[in-house]
């Protein structure tokens, strides 16, 4: 079966695609993160390093790392569609970007957050302007910059444009974040930050670090493309796409359907509360 | 908050057979709670936070266009337009740029729903 993918770049074709994947993504993003909690927690070892290790507190790796991963792997595909929009000049490219920027924040956030309150117990303080905690926050800065681009211009289409630039121009915080490490040898400097390797971490940490990540990017998935969907509704609320689903999905949704025309004086939604009080006045009088 | 903020060393005197003893000691974590919580606890009301923001603007967004739409079909039917129309009496102020017949709704009316389904989580 030969499907033709550019139909897909329509957000009149995609917006049901992504109804159908959203459920798919959320559910199988809750069952790897339950998976990921109890593997953290119950079949790793207390404590993690050799002579002097870190304590039960070294848990918050699990939430963490992949935090900090899927903050910068989204900024990195939100660029990209940022890219091919301003390209190719597709509109679903833009909202697609539109759609990463928030859940991306969230997890920069989550990083930033989760490293203070390990870096409490482990390094003595909450905050320091090491290279990559420092780069890490201004990458939330740029998050926080591309959502206030883009609701400070009235006109989309040009808030699409101008936001996709400075997309472009943030990727420069991808590198500097991924190569901050500023001690390549701990004994010779007191690093924050130090290199590893997967390969050097215990295999059951790796496990519960690897399925936290893949769970937080089908999170990631699933919220996407729920907001892409309240995005494409939004921007093409005056097309008869939209009418004509409203009217058949309205009443599954249990909202009030956006009645066909001509049935609204006969149909009346609105009056069934109201009026029945007053015949039944009526009545009794 | 009961949890400790330093480093407690308990001497490890625990009977393993109470079933309560273990589900302290798992809150507990090994004394490093509050980091090992706060962490865990703010990651998940984020998330959560996010879905159910994803969730509740969906629906506004969808009662709005509905509205919209409906609109739409009133006006289409009567040339007078949805204001002159008697049967519709309560017309919600959030769309009342767009009530009048012979304008569309301005690019800033959208414009303002579009931010509330992405900006509203900061």
Request: aromatic letters at 12%; one cysteine or more.
């Amino acid at each position: 079966m030969k499907i033709n993918w550019f139909r897909y770049a329509a957000p009149a074709a995609f917006y049901p695609v992504a109804g159908r994947l959203v459920p798919v993504f959320g559910h199988a993003a809750l069952a790897l993160m339950l998976f990921a909690l109890y593997w953290g927690f119950f079949e790793t070892p207390e404590r993690l390093g050799g002579s002097n290790p870190q304590k039960e507190y070294y848990r918050i790796i699990f939430i963490h790392v992949p935090a900090a991963w899927l903050s910068m792997w989204l900024y990195l595909v939100l660029a990209g569609w940022s890219a091919v929009g301003l390209v190719f000049n597709t509109r679903l490219s833009f909202m697609m970007a539109n759609a990463i920027v928030p859940t991306g924040a969230v997890f920069t956030f989550i990083a930033l957050w989760t490293g203070a309150f390990w870096g409490r117990p482990s390094w003595g303080t909450y905050w320091d302007w090491d290279p990559r905690l420092t780069s890490e926050l201004i990458l939330f800065f740029l998050y926080l910059g591309l959502m206030a681009l883009h609701s400070a211009i009235d006109d989309s289409r040009r808030a699409d444009r101008a936001a996709a630039l400075l997309a472009i121009v943030g990727l420069v915080m991808l590198p500097v974040i991924f190569w901050s490490v500023n001690c390549p040898d701990p004994s010779n400097c007191a690093a924050l930050h130090q290199r590893s390797s997967l390969s050097s971490i215990e295999g059951n940490i790796l496990t519960a670090m690897l399925a936290m990540t893949l769970g937080f990017w089908l999170y990631s998935f699933a919220t996407a493309f729920a907001r892409l969907r309240s995005i494409i509704l939004t921007r093409e609320a005056d097309s008869a796409w939209v009418r004509d689903m409203l009217a058949r999905e309205g009443a599954r949704e249990g909202l009030q359907p956006a009645l066909p025309e001509g049935a609204i004086s006969s149909a009346k939604p609105d009056a069934g509360p109201d009026a029945s009080p007053e015949t039944q006045g009526r009545a009794g009088a | 908050m009961r949890v400790p903020r330093r480093k407690v060393a308990r001497a490890p005197e625990r009977s393993h057979n109470s079933m309560i003893e273990l589900v302290n000691d798992f809150f507990r974590q090994g004394g490093y709670a509050f980091y090992v919580w706060g962490a865990f606890g703010v990651t998940f009301l984020l998330l959560v936070a996010e879905v159910l923001t994803l969730r509740t603007s969906r629906r506004t967004i969808l009662r709005r266009v509905g509205r919209l739409a409906r609109l739409r079909g009133m006006q289409a039917r009567s040339p007078r337009g949805a204001a002159g129309g008697a049967d519709f009496p309560s017309i919600p102020s959030d769309i009342q740029p767009s009530i009048h017949p012979s304008v569309p709704p301005s690019v800033k009316d959208r414009k303002q729903a579009v931010g509330s389904t992405t900006g509203d989580l900061k």
